[in-house]
């Protein structure tokens, strides 16, 4: 079993949709929580990170639940620049991420 | 602030055949790290360093893979002898000390033919 795992995708919705990522993780003992945006052949970048109170960041929402070991992420108004990999990354130990296989989010006009 | 450097941005080199990476933190950040993503594959950790020593090198695939950051500045990852599975895309990322803010280099395309 993968440590993290996500649904690979591909989304693909239209400009103006709301999406919606899911990502379990098996180690009970992982500290953080990030989502990482990973653009094609470039590298992963900080998205956000994700704590149990839930936070937001303009369109986009993460929420952590850590009795189910479930991360998500919503993305609201999707833009055709959001379209992208989104990684779902756990830091196990304080230094050392574990990152999930990413999902697809292709947004069309 | 200048990013994570990563040199080269491509290698081609042939099976057998040594190949070293370069890594440029970005200035002040203690911590360094070695990433890897084989073809169809999640990202992998390889090892961290803080500072000069290496803190952590549990991710390393095998002794062919070397990691150095004399001095506590760049980094360094030789790839002694390559084989055909060490072709991927290898990543840099630091970060300050007490702080989860990684960043990433753009990375090193590395293929063994």
């Known amino acids: 079993r993968k440590e993290v795992e996500q649904d690979p995708g591909p989304f693909n919705v239209p400009e103006g949709a709301t999406v919606a990522f899911n990502c379990t993780y098996s180690?009970?003992?992982?500290?953080?929580f990030f989502w990482y945006r990973q653009d094609c052949r470039k590298e992963p970048k900080l998205l956000m990170s994700?704590?149990?109170s839930g936070n937001e960041d303009g369109r986009f929402t993460a929420q952590l639940n850590r009795a189910s070991q479930y991360i998500s992420l919503l993305i609201r108004d999707s833009k055709l620049s959001d379209s992208a990999t989104y990684l779902c990354?756990?830091?196990?130990?304080?230094?050392?991420?574990?990152f999930g296989a990413g999902t697809i989010l292709r947004v069309k006009s | 602030e200048a990013g994570v450097t990563q040199f080269p941005s491509h290698s081609v080199i042939e099976k057998g055949q040594t190949v070293t990476l370069r890594c440029d933190p970005i200035?002040?950040?203690?911590?360094l790290y070695w990433y890897r993503r084989v073809m169809g594959k999640e990202i992998k950790f390889l090892l961290h360093?803080?500072?000069?020593?290496?803190?952590?090198e549990s991710g390393m695939p095998n002794n062919r893979f070397l990691a150095e950051r004399t001095g506590g500045t760049y980094s360094t990852l030789k790839v002694q002898p390559a084989e055909l599975e060490d072709s991927g895309v290898y990543f840099c990322?630091?970060?300050?000390?007490?702080?989860?803010?990684?960043?990433f280099g753009s990375g090193t395309r590395l293929t063994v033919v």
């Open positions: 990322a630091s970060s300050r000390t007490g702080n989860y803010g990684y960043t």
């Open positions: 200035s002040g950040h203690d911590n």
């Open positions: 180690n009970s003992a992982s500290q953080s």
């Open positions: 360093f803080v500072k000069e020593s290496k803190q952590d």
């Open positions: 994700v704590y149990s």
């Open positions: 990354v756990v830091d196990d130990n304080g230094n050392k991420l574990v």
